[in-house]
């Protein structure tokens, strides 16, 4: 080798060991969510540019030293650019926060991928589903943000599901919020599931393997959504169905960012029905939500509120061979929530800041036609709360710390409508402070740990949750990880889970620690889990899971109304189970499928019981192709297998709501009396559903507007499905009572501009 060129590689050589690498994360600077596929590039080198991995992190190698222009790109987002000071050797961190700023663009006719639910989830084996792909799920007549989470850990009621049960909890377990704010029974009746309004959020996330930093008292896990952003420009979107009625809007306010978000709901549960016939579901079921938000003291403020309302009336008893009810009085149930937030986040280099204070109540009531005569059921839960929170992020670390204050305070009362019928009443104020801390680290490329722990303080009392998670990540393409969780929950519901009436009151009547005979419950749960995607659209991922839990508030054993009437019991429960998931996107389709086996146990001193909310067997798959860009085709199926059921003891008459009986009809005042509870096994549940939707895209001027028609019909085998069996009184004899009708259909029109 000649000296001259010798000398080259010399020189090259010295160069590229002293040249350094840029490293750093990409995160929305709003949620503080990692942003996977953002583009990073060097404007001054050639535009030399990486994309960022699933937990946004980037790196840029060899870059020479000096000043260099680092520009960060995401659709969707925008752009950020600044010049950084490259030293000569080492690693230099930059982390970018991205502001949410939607594109607008002319309509095209594309075919973009098919957007499948199980491949929406953020960190298995917890959930997040965006909104798209709720209204892509393929068991959904129309979109349905709870009834999407449902399958493998997660099991809803079919038909009519009244909470969201995870890993064999009752509903009460789990919490709700809205932004970050916390909201008490966001359920409707009659056609409808979630009290959300799909149509004002952007995605849904469920945390069930270690406490929410956002709701950490609740046993099961929280369900967050998180509302969409106010756009540019004026929007709207609405949609009018057999079912229900919507419409949301958002706008900006002024040219500084600021913008407002407002969206309104109403059910409409006995808009067809007959009004001559008695054994009809009456009454209304509605929402609303408004968001406004601005920038403030550097930060971004937001202001939030939300309401849910529900009025309803059921026959008292069903009706006879002639048409006419036994009786003329009606079973009433109405519950209410509000809630009222105020939110300031600010991102300092780095380090997020959150500060958030709200005010949620609920109310619940009922007038019941009980074994023992007439009553009247009034329940209220009004919590108040403040909490500041701090997050600092680097490469490989991130560190969390939070300080709640809150109080809640319940009460229950249930009094004789006439003479001789039960009275009972109840009252607890319970205040909580709660500190927590939690700390993640990447050990190297393929270990990562995540530390934390809630020390809550309640009557001069301390409660202790740890939690832990270790990830492993054996290639790019495989995810093994393992977690520990103990958490606590300062409130529980007095609703009775086994009752059949939860059909159309499916609202946990909340009840605090301090209250004469309710305990602080506790939970301990244990999740391995594996998540391998192969390649792009394709993802199998599989968990198996224990939880222990006590001190539990169990109105069953006691009760065999829809809540309580007098004392209940105090136990504990177990369950055990496995889920697996499978998805696939392609251009024209998308499928997914999950599986669950579970196996629950509930006990009471000597004696325990299998709850009607753990299915041993729950199996859901379907398909959504799309034959063109603005068509599409649903065909779904679900099956449950190893259901119990408690046995009612009274006449009772059962019809989900649908277009072709002309709404639901709910009659009797079901009860078990002297039934063992989960005694009876109920047979296989099948259903196969069939939906079509076309789009067409509509020019006025400089506007761009949609409009869609959509049908659904549901059970398209006419499979007989069974609900509950009631017991004969004059022959002791055990008679289903049917989900009818067999095919019921829903049909409407949605639009946006």
């Excluded at 980037?58 to 995401?74: A, D, K, M, N, S």
């Excluded at 709901?265 to 009004?275: T, V």
């Excluded at 939970?523 to 394709?538: H, N, S």
């Amino acid at each position: 080798m000649g000296p001259v060129l010798l000398g080259a590689v010399k020189v090259l050589l010295v160069v590229q060991a002293t040249q350094a690498t840029v490293v750093g994360t990409v995160r929305d600077v709003e949620t503080s969510q990692p942003l996977a596929g953002a583009v990073v590039a060097l404007a001054d080198l050639d535009h030399r540019a990486t994309a960022t991995d699933e937990s946004g992190r980037y790196g840029l190698r060899q870059v020479p030293p000096g000043e260099h222009q680092i520009t960060v790109r995401f659709i969707g987002y925008a752009q950020h650019s600044l010049h950084a000071l490259v030293p000569r050797e080492g690693e230099l961190t930059i982390n970018f926060w991205l502001r949410s700023e939607p594109v607008r663009i002319q309509a095209i006719d594309v075919r973009a991928p098919a957007i499948a639910r199980a491949g929406d989830t953020a960190e298995f084996p917890d959930r997040e589903i965006s909104v798209d792909a709720v209204r892509n799920h393929p068991l959904l007549a129309e979109p349905d943000v709870f009834e999407a989470l449902g399958g493998g850990e997660v099991f809803l009621r079919p038909e009519s599901p009244s909470g969201v049960n995870v890993r064999g909890s009752a509903s009460d377990q789990t919490a709700y919020l809205l932004d970050g704010i916390p909201v008490f029974n966001p359920f409707h009746a009659g056609g409808m599931s979630s009290g959300w309004n799909p149509d004002a959020l952007s995605r849904l996330h469920l945390s069930a393997t270690a406490p929410l930093l956002a709701y950490p008292h609740s046993l099961s896990g929280a369900i967050e959504a998180v509302t969409r952003a106010p756009g540019d420009r004026l929007r709207a979107q609405g949609s009018v169905s057999t079912i229900q009625s919507r419409l949301t809007f958002d706008a900006p306010l002024g040219t500084d960012g600021a913008g407002y978000l407002v969206s309104l709901r109403s059910g409409l549960p006995d808009g067809i029905a007959p009004r001559q016939e008695a054994s009809y579901l009456r009454g209304e079921t509605g929402d609303w939500l408004a968001k406004l938000e601005a920038p403030v003291l550097g930060g971004r403020v937001q202001l939030l509120g939300y309401g849910n309302e529900n009025d309803l009336n059921t026959a008292a008893a069903v009706s006879t061979d002639d048409g006419t009810a036994q009786d003329a009085r009606r079973n009433v149930f109405e519950w209410y929530s509000r809630s009222l937030g105020a939110r300031w986040r600010r991102v300092f280099s780095g380090t997020a800041v959150n500060v958030l204070g709200w005010s949620a109540a609920g109310e619940e009531g009922s007038i019941w036609s009980a074994r023992a005569g007439w009553v009247d059921m009034a329940a209220a839960r009004r919590d108040q709360g403040l909490l500041a929170a701090v997050e600092h992020s680097s490469p490989r670390t991130t560190t969390a710390a939070e300080l709640r204050l809150e109080e809640s305070r319940t009460s229950y009362r249930v009094q004789p409508d006439s003479a001789g019928g039960p009275s009972w009443r109840l009252t607890a104020i319970t205040p909580v402070a709660t500190a927590l801390a939690r700390h993640s680290r990447m050990l190297n490329r393929q270990i990562e740990f995540k530390l934390g722990a809630a020390l809550a303080a309640i009557r001069g009392e301390m409660r202790f949750g740890p939690d832990a998670q270790l990830a492993w990540h054996p290639s790019k393409e495989l995810t093994l990880s393992g977690s520990y969780a103990r958490t606590h929950q300062f409130a529980q519901s007095l609703r009775n889970p086994e009752s059949v009436v939860g059909n159309v009151f499916p609202v946990d009547i909340y009840l605090g620690a301090g209250a004469s005979g309710v305990p602080v419950a506790r939970c301990e749960q244990d999740v391995i889990a594996a998540d391998f995607r192969p390649r792009r659209g394709l993802r199998f991922a599989l968990q198996a899971y224990e939880r222990r839990s006590d001190g539990l508030v169990l109105v069953a054993p006691r009760d065999g109304e829809p809540f309580a009437t007098g004392p209940f019991a105090i136990g504990s429960g177990v369950s055990r189970g496995v889920s697996a998931d499978a998805a696939v996107n392609a251009t024209r389709y998308g499928i997914v499928a999950r599986y669950g086996y579970q196996r629950v146990r509930l006990t009471y001193g000597d004696l325990s019981y299998t709850p009607e909310n753990s299915a041993m067997h729950l199996l859901e798959g379907g398909v959504t192709a799309f034959p063109s860009a603005t068509t599409s085709i649903r065909l779904g199926a679900t099956a449950a297998m190893g259901r119990r059921t408690t046995a009612i003891s009274d006449g009772f008459e059962w019809e989900a709501f649908n277009l072709l009986d002309k709404g639901s009809e709910f009659g009797g005042s079901p009860h078990y009396d002297g039934e063992q509870l989960g005694a009876t096994a109920l047979p296989a549940y099948l259903r196969v559903d069939l939906g079509l939707r076309k789009q067409w895209h509509v020019g006025v001027g400089a506007n761009h507007a949609t409009v869609a028609l959509f049908a659904t019909v549901t059970n398209i085998l006419g499979r007989k499905n069974i609900l509950t069996y009631a017991r004969d009184p004059s022959t002791g004899e055990l008679f289903g009572i049917e989900m009818r009708p067999r095919a019921p259909l829903v049909v409407g029109l949605d639009w946006g501009f």
